[in-house]
T-cell receptor, first 108, second 115 residues
Framework: DAKTTQPNSMESNEEEPVHLPCNHSTISGTDYIHWYRQLPSQGPEYVIHGLTSNVNNRMASLAIAEDRKSSTLILHRATLRDAAVYYCIGGATNKLIFGTGTLLAVQP | EAGVTQFPSHSVIEKGQTVTLRCDPISGHDNLYWYRRVMGKEIKFLLHFVKESKQDESGMPNNRFLAERTGGTYSTLKVQPAELEDSGVYFC?????????????FGSGTRLTVV
């Protein structure tokens, strides 16, 4: 499983885009990059995942660097409900290896 | 569709007692996982069921923990006897297809406090 590195915390203003970075320099060629988030008092929630190409879904976009050593989760318009801990996870097993994640604060 | 349901949502027990946590996965999801976060630590994998079979139980901390999934539907996680260090939040997740590339759905967790 790839070791991932994320900033401990980030701040954003409501309705502005947010770019959450993740470094995963040890990722192998077949490891997917997953993002989960955990809102207060809830379980982790799947956000998005990708392998090489950039990915979009209704929640977010995932931009993966060409060398795959880093990726960025993009929330296009942050809302107060997006305040959560965001986890970037790399690997190719059935186990999710959670790190400490990035605590995103959204200011009104 | 109904999500992953866990109960109780909270449990407070005394050291040495037994507690059983229950998880109802999304209907039709053969894969069921248990995770936990103990105080101040990261969320850690405990084990993985495929239907009623334990696929991977490498994360189970010791033999005081017993997970079952009889009939391949709901699962229980029993802690006997509970110790203070077992306090934390226990999460259950399920997925339809084996292989983590499809995303897991987590429950809201059971907060266990051992006093």
């Amino acid at each position: 499983d790839a070791k991932t590195t994320q900033p401990n915390s980030m701040e954003s203003n409501e309705e502005e885009p947010v770019h959450l970075p993740c470094n995963h320099s040890t990722i192998s060629g077949t490891d997917y990059i997953h993002w989960y988030r955990q809102l207060p008092s809830q379980g982790p929630e799947y956000v998005i995942h990708g392998l090489t190409s950039n990915v979009n879904n209704r929640m977010a976009s995932l931009a993966i660097a060409e060398d795959r050593k880093s990726s960025t989760l993009i929330l296009h318009r942050a809302t107060l409900r997006d305040a959560a801990v965001y986890y970037c996870i790399g690997g190719a097993t059935n186990k999710l290896i959670f790190g400490t994640g990035t605590l995103l604060a959204v200011q009104p | 569709e109904a999500g992953v349901t866990q109960f109780p949502s909270h449990s407070v027990i005394e050291k040495g007692q037994t507690v059983t946590l229950r998880c109802d996965p999304i209907s039709g999801h053969d894969n069921l996982y248990w995770y936990r976060r103990v105080m101040g630590k990261e969320i850690k994998f405990l084990l993985h069921f495929v239907k009623e079979s334990k696929q991977d139980e490498s994360g189970m901390p010791n033999n005081r923990f017993l997970a079952e999934r009889t009939g391949g539907t709901y699962s229980t996680l029993k802690v006997q006897p509970a110790e203070l260090e077992d306090s934390g939040v226990y999460f259950c997740a399920s997925s339809q297809v084996q292989g983590w590339n499809y995303g897991y759905t987590f429950g809201s967790g059971t907060r266990l406090t051992v006093v």
